[in-house]
């Protein structure tokens, strides 16, 4: 009997762009991986920003009251502290390694504010969207601290940090309790390459923030992003240590309509979110 090896399907980059430059907040300085554009989303996920700076002038003025509807956000530190406040009586003390899970559903006014005068701060918010059935659901916080997501060899030297999902050997699966099934994770790549499986039912995209790596022959560096092919399997060649995000999930295949922090199915829905916070009942039962 002849024997042989089915060769797995390698996901390649389709798309890339540089982050651009934007502020937020009260004048936070970042880089805008996804969202920048209408064509620069990935279903299901609506923006990715990433702030890295150790001027505090760049992130002293953080991000005070503002609300959200329709969507659900994660919030990564990877370096430094902020604090979150909500509408709801939430507060968390979000501190380096540590992540944020946060559903606005109906109605969320919350703040996130800088802990620190000076020093580096460095991480990234994902805005993952909601299915219409979902979007006005009650609102929900949680906070997941660094000693929950520890760091997982990886095969060739490097090492990961599942934010969403998990890993069995080099094999990535999916958060099957969230709508999207994200997977979120945070990827170090020593000299070398790291072939990583991932559900070839997802959309899959990385953002560098460290070093330079390969995809496939596509040359990505620091602040690129790079919206990858369908496949089984993600091949990240280096030549030094580099570091990338990598986010994928199940996309909602719905319709968009977005105004601010306002993300429905419908333009009627976003006047509605609108009149809502106008009228103070946008967070209402």
Request: charged residues 20%; negative net charge; hydrophobic residues 40%.
């Amino acid at each position: 009997m002849s024997q042989f090896t089915v060769q797995k399907t390698q996901r390649s980059v389709l798309q890339h762009w540089q982050a651009m430059a934007a502020k937020d907040g009260a004048g936070v300085k970042l880089k805008r991986a996804l969202g920048a554009r209408q064509g620069q989303r990935l279903d299901p996920f609506l923006m990715l920003d990433a702030f890295s700076s150790d001027n505090p002038d760049d992130y002293i003025a953080g991000f005070p009251a503002h609300p959200h509807r329709g969507f659900e956000t994660v919030t990564y530190i990877v370096d430094g502290h902020m604090r979150h406040r909500d509408h709801m009586g939430n507060e968390g003390d979000l501190k380096a390694g540590g992540v944020q899970w946060m559903t606005a559903g109906r109605g969320i006014i919350h703040e996130e504010m800088p802990q620190q005068e000076n020093g580096l701060l460095r991480g990234f918010q994902l805005w993952i969207n909601l299915p219409a059935k979902e979007k006005m659901k009650p609102a929900h916080y949680e906070d997941v601290p660094a000693s929950a997501m520890p760091w997982q060899p990886l095969a060739a030297q490097g090492a990961i940090k599942l934010i969403a999902g998990s890993v069995d050997h080099n094999r990535l699966l999916a958060d099957s309790s969230r709508v999207a099934a994200p997977i979120i994770a945070d990827v170090k790549v020593a000299a070398g390459i790291e072939i990583l499986a991932l559900p070839p039912t997802h959309q899959a995209m990385v953002y560098v923030f460290e070093g330079r790596i390969r995809i496939q022959g596509q040359d990505l560096g620091e602040t690129d992003v790079a919206i990858l092919s369908a496949g089984e399997q993600l091949a990240i060649e280096s030549d030094a240590p580099a570091r990338v995000l990598l986010v994928a999930g199940a996309p909602l295949n719905e319709p968009i309509a977005q105004y601010g922090p306002f993300v429905m199915n419908s333009m009627e829905e976003i006047d509605q979110a609108i009149t809502d916070y106008r009228d103070g009942v946008l967070t209402g039962a």
